[in-house]
């Protein structure tokens, strides 16, 4: 039996089941909202002492990290395969997996949150604010103010998305020369690019890609049109997490257009 | 043929280094003098855009990245495997090689870069430090080097860095309670990841193999073994300079 410690609006924890869509794969979801903190129950920390999602249960065996969790779910269900045919093309699917894990996956988080998530802070009021900012160490606290106040006026938050900004232009590269990232055919790339791209999607920024990198648009075309998008990416987002998303990234786009237009 | 271009001293060259060792296979080295930013030549940009070690060149074929290069080799090359052939013990073989990417390598950085490349980077004209950053393709070791010209690296990134070497120590002693080497049963690409962390954290910080008795004793058996030694002595491919 497959089962999945999972939330909906975590990049990490869409990839599996992305995998478990593409592959035809029966599945028991336990739902984590990471929103209210349930990933610190002592119970989850036994499975996630990092407290993250995804954690995947096979048959009593506890497989951690999204990344990895791919792998083995390609290699214990081999069809179809989501692996390339070729050792070279694997090297590009793992070069491709690998700065998701090292440097998209950063960028996520503090792009997400200089554009929508904040917001939710501040709406709660001032008190809730500073208590927030009173959770870091000390020497943290003036850059997390920053963070929180300036959003994507943050200097942080202008870098990460220009790493964003980078990794799209070398998508476009990429997929100039092949349809897939990683070759000829649909791979672990693919299942773990969509849910970055999909977040800037929801958050009103395709901007960066329609009319300006026409081969990254043909792909996210088709992406959307894989009967495991809706599962992997739709279906398990809180409906409210998703407004807040849309509503403040159309708010941030000329902001972000600007920014990314200035170089720097 | 496999070429390596690689550089003696750094973690991630050792790493591809004792793959190939492991493994006993043939290839040409180029070594890469760091100290003199050979790594930021045209040439070598051209193999590694990174402008860092090791690019292995297979037939013609570049591949980056050590660990990468290490899954790679092992593909190509099935003969002596360095990978654990039951799916779920590769996870855990995975979790490691992660691991030595993401909390290992940053921590390894602060003190060896230190001990390394602080002296040569504050020695520079302004001009030349200028023309160095300019060369460097990566942001964040930009960032790192003028830091280092600078006043050095903070009591918050030495911190950060013990705490990830704490962190490393504690996840080998938790995994080798199972079995003699990190993954089980079988000396995998784990232990390959994770043996050059160790070696260069237990040159700072000699209180973690009191405290964590079994990496200790994996050390040494993993220590012993030819292809290991082979890779750590000073020889011709990697001149201890």
Known sequence: MLELYHHGTSVCAAKPRIVFAEKHLDWVGHYVDIIKGEQFAPEYLKLNPKHVVPTLIHDGHVIRESTVIGEYLDEVFPDPPLKPATPLDRVTMRMWTKRLDEELHPATGIVTYAISHRHAVIAQ?????DRWVNQAPPADRARRRSRIENGIDDPEAQAALRVYDRFLADMETQLAGAPYLAGPAFSLAEVG???????????????????????????????????????????????????????????????????????? | MLELYHAGLTTCSKKSRLCLKE?????????????????????????NPNGIVP???????????????????????????????????????????????EYALPATRVPTWTRTKSANLKAMSDQDFERTIHDTPLVDHQLKMKALRAEGFSKKDFEEAYGRMDYVFDRCEAALGEGPYLAGRDYTLADIAILPYVFAFNLVRKDLFESHPRTREWYERVMARPAVKATYEPSGEAPAH
């Open chain 1, 193 to 264: 690019v969509m849910p970055y791209v999909n977040r800037l999607d929801m958050l009103q920024l395709s901007g960066l890609w329609t009319g300006t990198r026409p081969h990254l648009a043909d792909w996210w075309r088709r992406m959307k049109a894989r009967p495991s998008y809706e599962p992997g990416l739709v279906k398990f987002l809180p409906k409210e997490l998703g407004e807040l998303m849309r509503a403040k990234g159309a708010e941030a786009w000329p902001k972000v257009r600007a920014i990314l237009n200035s170089g720097g």
């Open chain 2, 23 to 47: 493994k006993g296979l043939p290839y040409q080295s180029h070594y890469v003098r760091l100290d003199r930013f050979e790594h930021h030549t045209p040439e070598y940009l051209k193999l």
């Open chain 2, 55 to 101: 690019t292995l060149v297979h037939d013609g074929h570049v591949v980056i990245e050590s660990g990468v290069i290490n899954e790679y080799l092992d593909e190509v090359f099935p003969e002596r495997p360095l990978r654990p052939a039951d799916p779920l013990i590769r996870a855990r073989m995975r979790v490691f090689c992660k691991m030595a990417d």
């Open chain 1, 125 to 129: 009021g001032p008190a809730v604010v």
